[in-house]
């Protein structure tokens, strides 16, 4: 943009650490601020000032704390300058230097229009306000805009590399004499966090202002039009899936506060410009946040100063930065939802988000916790009302208890805040300060992919559509234990039978484990009779278990359940659906809860069982004789066993999450052999068996609890087979079964 341009101050900042191009990268503090001014109209210099700015000394006194010693000599010091100011604090030294430059403005009387130009983009942008953010300092409006020397000096000069531009090049190419000490030209080799001596920025400022002389004068007769900006806050936005994101624009952000917000990312990154919406927070799998944030800039180049910020602190914590793509952007701060989209188009609005919330919540119960009617406690307004409140729902329409509210303003956001742990009906409500990304990010999270993990893919892709809930009556003989500790093994759940022990079928425990093959905390275990079922559960119900290897004990729920059910939620099905003619089950009735793994394939709607297609075509099952000739026929299982209901048409691949043997049980009722076979025995084929298996043992102890005669294990050219029932075959992967 094409600004007005009267007067030029040339500034030039060193720090107690690194220089050149590592300016403001330690995180030190300014010690030494040197200007000169420039009349553009007339093209003059003025004098050239330097600031001295005290380190902050712990045992200062209260009086020298609340004065600040301001020292001024017009004579000309070692240092070169024509005027030296000293400053006991940094505050006092950006008062300093804005009165200071205005006097001299007004007193030059050829305008009043002054931009800063500097050497670079690290004095202003890496370190007054990263310094101005840390102390809470307000910075004056100069450092809000400034001319870049080098951008302009390409403008002029476009053969240049951007990159390869310092004082020394640029002096040398307008033929401006300068003096360059070694110890501090930036084209010498030397290690740039060395500091540079009291001289170097009086002379490096001299040189500065003749460099612009030299631009504004013929032949060149330059004219300053590249302003650059610093963005004075955080602008909020929506961020869609379909917009592109630069790779080269985004950073992640590692070790931020769990408490921290936007808002305090975006005063981490003082100084340089970050996109309209571009601070994301990131959520883990419990949609709390996790400590990092990406961020995307406006452009390349604040990204890589971004990343010299690696391991600067915000408050005690250092925060570690590193390079991130758009596409991770995207899969944080992207929506799709227009109800988002409407709710996030209110600018200049605070989000302050809800958790906890009853699921009969709803507007106006929301508005009466932050505006109640009468009473002591304080009012925080909504803004736009009911507009304002945004509740979060699953696909189907359940409520998740989050809702996200927007505030006109911080003050009204922070009287809300104070709300929190407040009641609202009979539970207590926690209250966070969000943003506009977490609002898109929570709504992609429960309106996407259920949160529950779903079963392994099926090893063929066509299954039939058939029904594994059990009947509606069953014998319950059967007990299921919610609740275990996570490190309790089979001997600590016989002791916590007692005397209900010798009353549990041979193999009758089984340890039910997530998709992770890890401990879910529940247990089936078969008793002997239906009245022993019953009597243990109202017995032992909500009794304490203590673990040998645990030092915490857990109240364990014993509820009486059938083996038709059993099997069923060890097969990932779910009981909470509805019979469709003469009986209905709920939870409650059941005393089940969800089973670690829900698939829909599993959970068909209702009871019915429709026949289906054979699995394989005819084709495919000439392939493999005389299996593919099995996988053909519908069978039905037989009654001896209830794991699978009897009158149901089972097929091939259902997941079940049975404990490695001998937990599981002694007979499954399994198809039965077609007599259509001419062996009457069967195959068990075990693909992905290691190389360095040890043979036909390691076979025995993988199926140990599955009777078969030890005899017939043989040993096929591309892996151990198994002579047993051929109407199926056990795949052994880590921590399930998966039964054919």
């Given amino acids: 943009m094409t600004a007005q341009v009267d007067y030029l101050a040339v500034v030039y900042t060193a720090t107690s650490g690194a220089s050149a191009e590592l300016l403001g990268s330690d995180e030190k503090e300014l010690v ?3 200007w000169q001014l420039v009349d553009v109209k007339n093209k003059k210099l003025g004098r050239v000032n330097e600031l001295l700015i005290e380190p902050d000394c712990s045992d200062l006194t209260e009086e020298r704390e609340e004065e600040d010693v301001v020292e001024e000599s017009v004579e000309e010091k070692r240092s070169g300058a024509d005027c030296v100011s000293t400053s006991t604090s940094f505050e006092a030294a950006l008062n300093l230097f804005h009165l200071q430059l205005t006097n001299e403005v007004n007193s030059a009387g050829a305008g009043t229009s002054v931009y800063l130009c500097t050497d670079g983009q690290l004095h202003i942008r890496q370190v007054i306000h990263p310094e101005a953010a840390s102390k809470n300092i307000l910075v004056p409006d100069c450092f809000y805009s400034f001319f870049d020397l080098r951008k302009e000096f390409k403008t002029q000069f476009p053969s ?55 631009l504004l004068s013929e032949p060149n007769c330059h004219t300053f039009s590249n302003l650059e900006r610093v963005s004075e806050k955080f602008e909020s936005g929506t961020c869609s899936k379909m917009e592109k994101v630069c790779d080269n624009t985004v950073i992640r952000a590692r070790g931020l506060p769990w408490q921290s917000s936007d808002q305090d990312i975006a005063r981490f990154f003082r100084g340089l410009n970050i996109a309209k919406g571009g601070a994301a927070l990131c959520l883990n799998a419990q949609g709390r946040r996790n400590g990092e944030a990406l961020v995307r800039f406006v452009n390349e180049e604040h990204r890589d100063l971004a990343l010299q910020r690696h391991k600067h602190h915000m408050g005690n914590r250092y925060i570690e930065v590193y390079k991130a793509t758009g596409e991770d952007f995207l899969k944080i701060a992207g929506g799709t939802s227009n109800e988002v989209a409407i709710f996030l188009s209110r600018e200049d609005q605070i989000i302050v988000r809800m958790r906890g919330l009853p699921f009969t919540a709803t507007h106006e119960q929301v508005l009466t916790f932050f ?11 909504v803004s736009g009302g009911k507009d304002g409140i945004l509740f979060v729902h699953y696909p189907d329409g359940r409520p998740t208890g989050d809702a996200f509210v927007l505030f006109a303003c911080e003050e009204h956001a922070q009287c809300a805040l104070r709300k929190h742990k407040e009641i609202l009906g009979k539970r207590y409500i926690e209250l966070f300060k969000s943003t506009a990304a977490e609002v898109q990010q929570v709504l992609n999270r429960y309106s996407s992919a259920p949160l529950i993990p779903v079963a392994p893919a099926p090893l063929v892709s066509v299954l039939p559509a058939v029904s594994l809930l059990p009947p509606p009556c069953g014998l319950r003989d059967c007990l299921r234990l919610r609740g275990l500790p996570y490190t309790a093994s089979i001997e600590d759940i016989l002791t916590f039978l007692g005397e209900f022990t010798h009353d549990i079928r041979p193999h009758g425990v089984h340890m039910v ?172 084929r075990m693909p992905g068996l290691t190389y360095s298996s040890n043979g036909v043992k390691d076979l025995i102890n993988a199926v140990q609890g599955y009777q078969y005669a030890p005899e017939d294990a043989l040993v096929h050219p591309h892996g151990p087979v198994h002579a047993h029932d051929p109407a199926r075959t056990l795949l052994t992967q880590p921590k399930e079964w998966v039964c054919i």
């Avoid at 505006?371 to 307004?381: A, F, I, L, V, Y």
């Avoid at 005393?591 to 209702?606: A, D, E, N, V, W």
Wanted: one cysteine or more; glycine letters at 8%.
């Fill in 160 to 214: 240049f590399d951007l990159k390869a531009l310092n004082v020394h090049v640029m002096a040398e190419s307008v033929n401006v004499p300068a003096d360059v000490p070694p110890m501090w030209d930036p084209s010498s080799a030397l290690d740039p966090s060395a500091i540079l001596p009291a001289t170097a920025a009086v002379q490096q400022v001299q040189i500065m202002a003749n460099i612009i002389l030299a």
């Fill in 513 to 684: 484990l997530n998709q992770q093959g890890r401990p879910s905390g529940d247990c089936f275990i078969q008793m002997t009779s239906a009245e022993r079922a019953l009597q243990a559960s109202q017995r032992l119900h909500k009794h304490m278990m203590s673990s040998q290897r645990g030092v915490n004990s857990r109240y364990v729920e014993v509820f009486p359940c059938s083996a038709e059910e059993m099997g069923l939620v060890l097969m990932g099905g779910s009981l909470s659906h509805t019979h469709t003619h003469t009986h209905t089950r709920g939870r409650s009735g059941t005393g089940l809860s969800p089973p670690p793994c829900k698939s829909r394939r599993l959970s068909p709607p209702s009871y019915s069982f429709t026949p289906a297609p054979p699995v394989f075509p005819s084709e495919a099952a000439a392939l493999y004789p005389p299996i593919g000739q099995v996988l053909q026929i519908p069978r039905l299982l037989p009654t001896g066993h209830a794991y699978y209901p009897g009158t149901a048409q089972l097929y091939m691949n259902y997941t079940t999450y049975y404990p490695s043997p001998p937990g599981s049980p002694t007979t499954v009722g399994f198809f039965p052999s077609p007599s259509s076979l001419s062996s009457p025995g069967g195959l068990v």
């Fill in 32 to 34: 030494q601020l040197v």
């Fill in 371 to 381: 505006s109640p009617g009468d009473g002591p406690k304080e009012t925080c307004p």
